[in-house]
């Protein structure tokens, strides 16, 4: 075949005009002090202060201070010389907590050093828990043990009180494989009258409860969720297409 390209020249109708590039200015940020100083006084004589200092930002480096104290200097004893719980206390401190806005407690958990508390004493100190609580916010109360049979133990003596469930890590004497924190979990659920929650601390008892797990526990209609400190298995488990609705997730960086 044959073809043939006819070339015309067209004329534009308007004229191009050069424009000037922008220029933008760059202004050194002006610095506003070289630190922060907040302070605050609470109840119990609480002072709490936060220092923080920096220098003036470079182009390659910077340099900065932070210090931080808070303690509690007051007269709230919550157990006597021979080591007996002051219930009237425990039920004003609970109390200030309900009042300042807390969501739900946890009676005897890992900062409520539950492990050091005397078999003798367990049940006293939930039952404070509850009275001060008045129904005002959910109790949650901590069972935590060497085994499984004084786990059982713990949630027994809990039988004739009205709680919303039993928190657990696994046993922290012996570290465990995740068979055994499945197996462990599930006798737990099967014994308890309460809804069980998981404690992952594995600061504490050198097993983590792996997320794979945790997805194979929440299918017992007992287990009703976990507290971890671990972010990833916190992510995990929220965006698990599984979840049940009726699981909670609870995650803190504090373990």
């Known amino acids: 075949f044959d073809y043939q390209i006819k070339s015309e020249p067209v004329v534009n109708t308007f004229a191009v005009n050069p424009l000037k590039a922008a220029t933008i200015e760059s202004n050194i940020p002006e610095q506003k002090g070289y630190g922060l100083i907040k302070a605050g006084f609470g109840n119990y004589n609480k002072p709490y202060g936060e220092f923080f200092f920096n220098h003036l930002a470079s182009k390659n480096s910077i340099f900065g201070i932070h210090a931080m104290h808070l303690s509690s200097h007051g007269k709230l004893k919550l157990e006597d010389e ?21 969501s ?4 005897m958990g890992s900062m409520g050093i539950e492990p050091y508390i005397r078999n003798s004493v367990y049940p006293g100190v939930a039952r404070c ?5 008045k129904g005002q916010a959910p109790i949650l109360v901590g069972v ?4 499984i049979s004084r786990v059982l133990d713990r949630v027994d003596a809990l039988k004739d009180l009205r709680i919303d ?8 004497y012996n570290a465990m494989n995740q068979s055994q924190v499945v197996k462990f979990y599930t006798a737990l659920a099967d014994h308890s009258k309460f809804p069980v929650y998981l404690y992952d601390l594995a600061v504490v008892t ?3 409860t792996m997320p794979e797990t945790v997805m194979k526990l929440w299918k017992h209609p007992n287990i009703r969720g976990i507290k971890t400190g ?11 297409p599984e979840k ?9 960086d504090l373990d």
């Open 82 to 102: 021979k080591g007996n719980l002051l219930c009237e206390s425990f039920r004003q401190q609970t109390s200030d907590q309900i009042h300042a806005g807390a």
């Open 104 to 107: 739900g407690l946890l009676v």
């Open 129 to 133: 828990g509850v009275e001060a609580a």
């Open 144 to 147: 935590m043990d060497t085994c």
């Open 165 to 172: 469930g039993v928190v657990s890590t696994v046993p922290y």
């Open 206 to 208: 050198k097993t983590r």
């Open 230 to 240: 671990n972010l990833v298995t916190a992510r995990m488990l929220l965006n698990s």
């Open 244 to 252: 049940p609705e009726s699981f909670d997730i609870v995650y803190s």
